[in-house]
C-alpha cells in the first residue's frame, strides 16, 4: 500500500501571503466607511499599512479588485435566508428571531456601508456588483414573502398576495436605504441607534399586518424600543 | 402729478440673455438626466447647445451654479405642502386628491432625477444642497404627520402618535429612494410605470391604518391600479 503524504504544510512565503492580503482588506474597509470609497487611493491604503504600493499590487491589481472582494465577503453575509433562524418558532418566539435576524443583516449593511453610501456609482462601474446586488434583493424579496406566508398559515398575519407584495418591496427599499436617509437627515451615526432605528422601522412596516399574539408581542417590543 | 414712466422694457440683450440661461439649463438638466450628472461636462452642455464654451461661461460660472440653479427650480416644484389640495375634501376625495397630489410629487422626482440619482455624491459636494435637501424632507415629514393627526380626527384612520412618526419616515424613505431602487432591480425605467408604482408603494404604507369608508376608497383605487 502506498504510503499516504502529509498534509500539505503552507510555507512560511504563503503564510506571510495570505495575512498581507487579510490586512489589506481589512485596512481599505476601514478607509472606505470612514472617507467614502471614491475618496481613497491604492496608495493611501498602502500608507495605512505602511507597506510599499509595490507589495500592494502584488496581491491587488487595483481598486476595483478589492471592492469586488470586499463585495464577496458582504454578500456571504447578507445572503442568508431567515428561514433557519425562524424554523419551528411559536408565535411570539417568530417576532424575537425575525428581530434578531434584522439586526444581523442591519450589522452587515453597516459593516460594509461604503457599498450602500456609493451604490448608484459602484453600480454603474461594475456589472458583476450590480447583478449580485439585485440577486441578493431577489433573495430577500423571496424570503420576506415566504415568511409572510407562513405567517398567515399560521393566522399570525392577515394580507392578501397584493399587500404582501407591497410590503416586500418597502421593507427592501427601506433596509437598503436607511443609512443614507439617516446621513441626508443628517442624523448621529452611530452604530448602536442607526441599527437599532432601522430594525424598528422595518419591523413598523410589518406590524399592521400581524394578528393575535404575535401583533401584541411585537407592538410590546416597539413600545420598549420607543420609551 | 408727475407723470409715471412707463414700465421698463427689457432692451433685446437683456432677453437673448435670459433666453440663453434658460436654454442651458434645460440643455443640462436634459444631460444630466439621461447620463448622470458626474458624466457631464460643460464643454458637452455648449456643444449640444451649439454656443462657445466662452458664451457658457458668461451666463454659469461653473457647472456646480447650473446643478444650484436646477436644484433651486427642482426645490421651488417639490416643496409645496399638500394641504392645499386636500384642505375640505370628504373621506374618498382626500383620498384621491392625496393619489393625485403624490404623482405631482413623483413627477417632480423624475424631471430632476440626475439628483436623487446621485445624492450622497451631491450632498457630499455642496453643504447649500445638503440643507436644502434635509429641510425639503423635514417639511414633508411634518406634512406627512399633519395629514395623518388630520385623518385620525376625521375617524378615517387609526394610529398612535409613535405608529404617526414610524409611517411618515418609511413615506420619505420609500419615496425618496424609490427611483434608485428600481434602478437596482434594473426595472424598466419608463416614467409612467415608475411613478405609478412609485405612488402605489407609498399608499401601501398609509392603507393598513385608513379606516372606514376612506379604507375601502383606497383599497378600490389599488385593487384598479393592480389589475
Not at 481613497?40 to 496581491?59: C, F, W
Not at 491589481?61 to 428561514?83: C, G, H, T, W, Y
Not at 461604503?114 to 434583493?137: G, K, P, Q, T, V
Not at 410589518?206 to 407592538?219: D, I
Request: hydrophobic fraction near 45%.
Amino acid at each position: 500500500m502506498a504510503k499516504k503524504s502529509p498534509p500539505q504544510a503552507l510555507d512560511g512565503n504563503a503564510v506571510r501571503t495570505q495575512r498581507t492580503r487579510a490586512r489589506i482588506l481589512e485596512a481599505s474597509l476601514k478607509l472606505f466607511n470612514e472617507r467614502g470609497e471614491a475618496h481613497v487611493t491604492t496608495g493611501m491604503i498602502a500608507d495605512e499599512l505602511n507597506i510599499s504600493p509595490g507589495n500592494l499590487y502584488y496581491h491587488f491589481a487595483n481598486k476595483d479588485e478589492i471592492v469586488e472582494q470586499l463585495f464577496a465577503r458582504f454578500e456571504e453575509r447578507i445572503d442568508v435566508s431567515p428561514q433557519a433562524a425562524l424554523d419551528g418558532s411559536g408565535a411570539s418566539d417568530v417576532i424575537e428571531n425575525l428581530w434578531f435576524y434584522l439586526h444581523l443583516m442591519f450589522e452587515a449593511i453597516w459593516a460594509y456601508r461604503f457599498l450602500y453610501r456609493n451604490l448608484d456609482d459602484l453600480m454603474d462601474r461594475s456589472r458583476h456588483l450590480r447583478e449580485h446586488f439585485n440577486r441578493i434583493a431577489g433573495h430577500k424579496l423571496e424570503a420576506v414573502e415566504a415568511l409572510c406566508e407562513g405567517l398567515i398559515r399560521a393566522r399570525a398575519m392577515k394580507a392578501t398576495p397584493a399587500q404582501v407584495r407591497a410590503l416586500a418591496s418597502n421593507v427592501l427599499v427601506v433596509a437598503t436605504y436607511w443609512l443614507n436617509y439617516q446621513a441626508l437627515r443628517r442624523r448621529p451615526v452611530d452604530a448602536e441607534t442607526t441599527l437599532g432605528a432601522g430594525v424598528y422601522q422595518v419591523m413598523s412596516l410589518v406590524a399592521p399586518f400581524l394578528s393575535g399574539p404575535a401583533r401584541q408581542h411585537l407592538e410590546h417590543l416597539m413600545q420598549n424600543y420607543t420609551d
